[in-house]
């Protein structure tokens, strides 16, 4: 069964700095799909970036990055130019490109707290 | 167009009671997941619906769960003899078949008194 772990619970981050957000997975599958998904108190989860293994290139969307290290199994999320918007739990997300249900499975998050 | 949408967006109840769970998926999309997110917790899949195959019911955690689906629209999810333990937020999300992307709904919190 594939895991994801985030280890670091909460960080905290200046308004206009860059923050890294650490997930590390466990697989035996070559082929699947990697998730970052944002919630806000509102609880709605919000797809932050999606990257698939068999991409060797890292996604980007504007201020927001991933290092994709497949041999290591890790996947971290780069937020550039922290806004206070960004303020919210974090997941980290994985998915079997293997056909069947296609179900996520999420670490257990990370409260970032962005000052002012 | 319109998103997800899940009611109630609350509920309480005592334990013992039964409770359902509405799940209104994006037009469209054929595959319909129930996941419970307990405090503090990422989430747990429950349920998985595609169109009008069997449905991946691997990680419902008792038989007091159960859910269905009408087609490719609503869905309801049944808690039977609600449980303290069961109180968590109830998230359901959907896609397209070939769709990479799930999209959530806001999810209903369940307290069981």
Redo the contacts between chains.
Sequence with gaps: AQTVTQSQPEMSVQEAETVTLSCTYDTSESDYYLFWYKQPPSRQMILVIRQEAYKQQNATENRFSVNFQKAAKSFSLKISDSQLGDAAMYFCAYRSANGGSEKLVFGKGMKLTVNP | GAGVSQSPSNKVTEKGKDVELRCDPISGHT?L?W?RQRL??????LI?F?GNSAP?K??LPSDRFSAERTGESVSTLTIQRTQQEDSA?Y?C?SKTYLG????????T?LLVL
């Design positions: 595959a997941y996941y503090g917790q990422g989430l747990e899949f998985y595609q991946d691997s990680g937020v998230l999300a990479e992307t799930q999209y959530f709904g806001p999810g919190r």
